[in-house]
C-alpha cells in the first residue's frame, strides 16, 4: 500500500509565483488534510475535506486554495507566494482512529 | 473552537519513566490521539482514545477523561530512540467543527543517557 502520497518533497518559489501541492491516498478514507508546520512548532490546519466536493478552512487558510473532486486526491493551491509561506506542508487521511500522513514538502519562497 | 496545551519540553533519563500532558478545550470531539515526530519526519499515530481509561500499546499507554478534559501518554522503559516531538489531537464532532482534526504545539522529549 501507498498510504498517503505528497510531491514534491522539495520546492523553491519566488515570491509572487503560483504552485500545486498534490496529495493523492489509496485508502479510500473520506477525510483528508493540509497541513503547515514551521520549525520548532506544531501542526496548523490549513483546509480539510470530509469527502468529495466538500471542503472546508482550517485554522490558516489565507493565501491557500483547496479542491476535492475525487476521494483520492486533494490538491493545495498557493495562489501568489509569499515569504511567510516558508514552511514544511504536510498532507493526511484519517481513518476512524488514526491519521496517515505524506512525507512532507519543504517549500521555501524567497 | 477546539485548543490543546502540552508542556513544550521534557527530560528524562533512559530507562526512565515519563508523562506527557494535554489539555483541551473543545465543543465535541471523536477522541484523544497521540503522534510521534522525529526530526525532519512526519507525525506517525501512536495512540488513540475514544473512551475514557487507560489504552495499552508495548511501552506506551496512553489515558482520557472526558469530564476533567484532560489526556495524557505515558512511555516506560525510555529508550535513546524515543527522542522527539509528541502531539496530542483531538477530532471535532459538531458545532461546525465535524471532521476538523487539530493538534496540541507538541512536546519534545529529550532522552538522556
Known amino acids: 500500500n501507498a498510504g498517503v502520497t505528497q510531491t514534491p518533497k522539495f520546492r523553491i518559489l519566488k515570491i509572487g509565483q503560483s504552485m500545486t501541492l498534490q496529495c493523492t491516498q489509496d485508502m479510500n478514507h473520506n477525510y483528508m488534510y493540509w497541513y503547515r508546520q514551521d520549525p520548532g512548532m506544531g501542526l496548523k490546519l490549513i483546509y480539510y475535506s470530509v469527502g468529495a466536493g466538500i471542503t472546508d478552512k482550517g485554522e490558516v487558510p489565507n493565501g491557500y486554495n483547496v479542491s476535492r473532486s475525487t476521494t483520492e486526491d486533494f490538491p493545495l493551491r498557493l495562489e501568489l507566494a509569499a515569504p511567510s509561506q516558508t514552511s514544511v506542508y504536510f498532507c493526511a487521511s484519517i481513518s476512524n482512529t488514526e491519521a496517515f500522513f505524506g512525507q512532507g514538502t519543504r517549500l521555501t519562497v524567497v | 473552537g477546539q485548543s490543546l496545551e502540552q508542556p513544550s519540553e521534557v527530560t528524562a533519563v533512559e530507562g526512565a519513566i515519563v508523562q506527557i500532558n494535554c489539555t483541551y478545550q473543545?465543543?465535541?470531539?471523536?477522541?484523544l490521539s497521540w503522534y510521534q515526530q522525529h526530526d525532519g519526519g512526519a507525525p506517525t499515530f501512536l495512540s488513540y482514545n475514544g473512551l475514557d481509561g487507560l489504552e495499552e500499546t508495548g511501552r506506551f499507554s496512553s489515558f482520557l477523561s472526558r469530564s476533567d478534559s484532560y489526556g495524557y501518554l505515558l512511555l516506560q522503559e525510555l529508550q535513546m530512540k524515543d527522542s522527539a516531538s509528541y502531539f496530542c489531537a483531538v477530532k471535532g464532532a459538531g458545532s461546525g467543527n465535524t471532521g476538523k482534526l487539530i493538534f496540541g504545539q507538541g512536546t519534545t522529549l529529550q532522552v538522556k543517557p
Open positions: 473543545t465543543s465535541g470531539f471523536y477522541g
